[in-house]
């Protein structure tokens, strides 16, 4: 996440806005018939687990004044 923030950082103005990045994986040890499924970290079992990534991504406008905006 180091490396997107050093490449959009210019462009986001952070004054009363937050983002917030999140990276999880969905564990799936047993299956062996999901493209999705691929070989990740895991923090919480310290090692290489089969699983998705999920990446969630949130953005919040707290200057916003209800208008909305082109």
Do not use: A, C
Request: glycine share 6%; proline share 1%; aromatic share 10%.
């Amino acid at each position: 996440m180091e490396v997107l923030w050093r490449e959009v950082k210019l462009l986001v103005s952070l004054k009363g806005r937050v983002l917030i990045l999140d990276d999880t994986t969905l564990d799936k040890f047993y299956t062996e018939e999901i493209e999705v499924v691929t070989y990740h970290w895991r923090g919480k079992h310290y090692q290489v687990v089969k699983g998705i990534n999920l990446i969630t991504i949130l953005w919040v406008d707290t200057d916003s004044d209800g208008d909305e905006r082109p």
